[in-house]
């Protein structure tokens, strides 16, 4: 028998028992719509994460208090506040670190808000006003103007505040009360939108009128954060570790018991990378846990097939047929469900993302991803029906004819 006699001979067997085919078949296509549905989210999700980290910058750092490193995996100390505190002279010694172009000192400080007859609490920003559009990516403003040098009692607002926060809008020119002092909305910020940026529900006013709201809650000469804009030709991830080496130094601290941490792009980055792998891989495990189940059907289907086609078995080899023409019939037969469960899956599972995609979800179609996916499909198939096939090739003639 040729190939492609095994082929059609293979193919009018699977069309003569229908239904059987097609449930077996389904068990495949559901594993692999699963694959390609949720690793092209998880792509999507990192496509996305590092499309909004634009709007962090990536030649700007943040200096903080706080020791963030080890990630989300690290254990229970991870993301722990420090005793550490940032003061001036931090701020001058990052001032002077090479690469360095642009500095600002920041306060964050919570404060009671009020805006006509509603009261919320929120985080203030503090930044100096000579500097601080230099250290932030801000975009365009829905009204009015940003902070200016010389500007007191004057605040800058987030979408979010200005829209969402109270019942009534916040505009341009209105009165604010923060920590019960009056200040005037002197512009809003169009909407990013980003998950990863908190522009959007930023208040900002002068460095100074934030030390005032803060009070003894901050130690003299203290600053919440120290934001850094890197100079032009410079490499960040140098000047990032410049900027660590050197405070590590100032400040009488090691790697072990460092009380400060460097936020940028790329921290933010690996963070997230480090998330998505381990939710792809587990997202990987149970997508293969579908295939296994596809795979455990095509072999049930295909011993059932053996012991149907018994008498069949010996038909053929009395004519001529050879234990490995026998054992190919039935691995070609195995090869068809895993080809055609891989492209009906890959199809689902490409609609699948399209319709994802339609409401507003990010998900990536990837071609790398799919040929992967159809392979895994295919060898599934081979897999599951070597034993059978095997089988069935030892199978001698004489019993095989005698077979009810």
Known sequence: MRFWDVANY?????????????????????????????????????AGVSEELELFGPDLIVVLPINLEGGAFAGPTSFRPTSGKLFDK??????????????????????????KRESVSSTVYGMETDTYQDTMVLRELDEGRLLEP?????ALIGATIAYDTFDEEIHANSFLEIAGEKYRV?????ETGSSYSNVDSMIIIPFEDSQRIAGNTIAD??????RVKISEGYEPVEVEENIEWTLMKHRGVTEDDKDFSMVSARFIQEQVDSILGALTVFLMIVSGISLLVGAIGISNTMFMSVLERTREIGVLKSIGATSKQIQDVFLMEASMIGISGGTI???????????VIFFGFDAVVSLEMAAVAFIVSV???????????KNASKIPAIEALRYE
Request: charged share 20%.
């Open 10 to 46: 293979s193919f009018g067997h699977l069309k003569h028992r229908g239904l059987r085919t097609w449930l077996t078949l389904l068990g495949v296509v559901v594993g692999i719509a699963a694959v390609v549905l949720l690793v092209g989210l998880a792509q999507g999700l990192r």
């Open 90 to 115: 931090d701020v001058d010694v990052v001032r002077k670190t090479e690469g360095v172009d642009i500095v600002t000192k920041a306060i964050y400080t919570n404060a009671d808000l009020k805006y």
């Open 150 to 154: 010389g500007d007191r009692k004057v």
């Open 186 to 190: 002197v512009g809003i910020l169009s």
């Open 221 to 226: 000469r203290e600053v919440s954060a120290i």
């Open 345 to 355: 899956g890959l199809v689902a599972g490409a609609l699948l993302l399209e319709l």
């Open 379 to 389: 060898g599934v198939g081979i897999i599951a029906g070597t034993v059978p096939a």
